[in-house]
Nanobody, 122 residues
Framework: QVQLVESGGGLVQAGGSLRLSCAASGMISSIGDMGWHRQAPGKQRESVAV???????TYTDSVKGRFTVSRDNTKNTVYLQMNSLKPEDTGVYYC????????????????WGQGTQVTVSS
């Protein structure tokens, strides 16, 4: 009932920048936390950055000072600006959103995007 569509991944050299976008659509009443997670080859998925509906942000230590998460609540969209990229940032980046559906009793949803590949070459 909620779809998340990511865009903006690609191949970039170390030190370069990329901007990821994720737009949520569907039977949405409200969205709380939105975030980005990534999964490197052979590793577990990890949280990279989360932003609350009030704009409070948290980051994993390895990206602090390099990545910035933001959102546009009027468009139900979350962004991830990635600067000074390193080869260890390579992986599939997934968008996540939590909120409530616009249905009777406003049930909770916790939806994921399909993932977008980010590859940083050395």
């Amino acid at each position: 009932q909620v779809q998340l569509v990511e865009s903006g991944g690609g191949l970039v050299q170390a030190g370069g920048s990329l901007r990821l976008s994720c737009a949520a659509s569907g039977m949405i009443s409200s969205i709380g936390d939105m975030g980005w997670h990534r999964q490197a080859p052979g590793k577990q998925r990890e949280s990279v950055a989360v932003i609350t509906s009030d704009g409070i942000t948290t980051y994993t230590d390895s990206v602090k000072g390099r990545f910035t998460v933001s959102r546009d609540n009027t468009k139900n969209t979350v962004y991830l600006q990635m600067n000074s990229l390193k080869p260890e940032d390579t992986g599939v980046y997934y968008c996540n959103a939590k909120g409530r559906l616009s249905r009777a009793y406003a049930p909770l949803f916790d939806s994921w995007g399909q993932g977008t590949q980010v590859t940083v070459s050395s």
